[in-house]
Nanobody, 122 residues
């Protein structure tokens, strides 16, 4: 199947930056969309940013202008550059990919990574 592995989380001071990476591996024909979601304690998981195979992006209002999502289609990798981090950005960040496994049926499947902790604190 498909595995997503995130990296790049950690502890950073307010105003600092982090870059998250997520690599998809396995039997993959095409990845139609990759994205980042966050989940803070006691809250539901929500969209941070997403990017489709054509490069069209979508951001949550709370991160617009501070975060940038990008992807390397050849490497099945998505990145999230996070600048001007705030304490309220503290959460577990999850990578999600919508994958077509085979062109035979074109069915899309959703996969999640294990999450990476981002903590913004002085």
């Amino acid at each position: 199947q498909v595995q997503l592995v995130e990296s790049g989380g950690g502890l950073v001071q307010p105003g600092g930056s982090l870059r998250l990476s997520c690599v998809a591996s396995g039997v993959i024909f095409n990845i139609t969309e990759m994205g980042w979601y966050l989940q803070a304690p006691g809250k539901q998981r929500g969209l941070v940013a997403a990017i489709n195979s054509g490069g069209t992006t979508n951001y949550a209002d709370s991160v617009q202008g501070r975060f940038t999502i990008s992807r390397d289609n050849a490497k099945n990798t998505v990145y999230l550059q996070m600048n001007s981090l705030k304490p309220e950005d503290t959460a577990i960040y999850y990578c999600k990919a919508i994958v077509v496994l085979t062109p035979a049926n074109g069915l899309q499947y959703q996969y999640w990574g294990q999450g990476t902790q981002v903590t913004v604190s002085s």
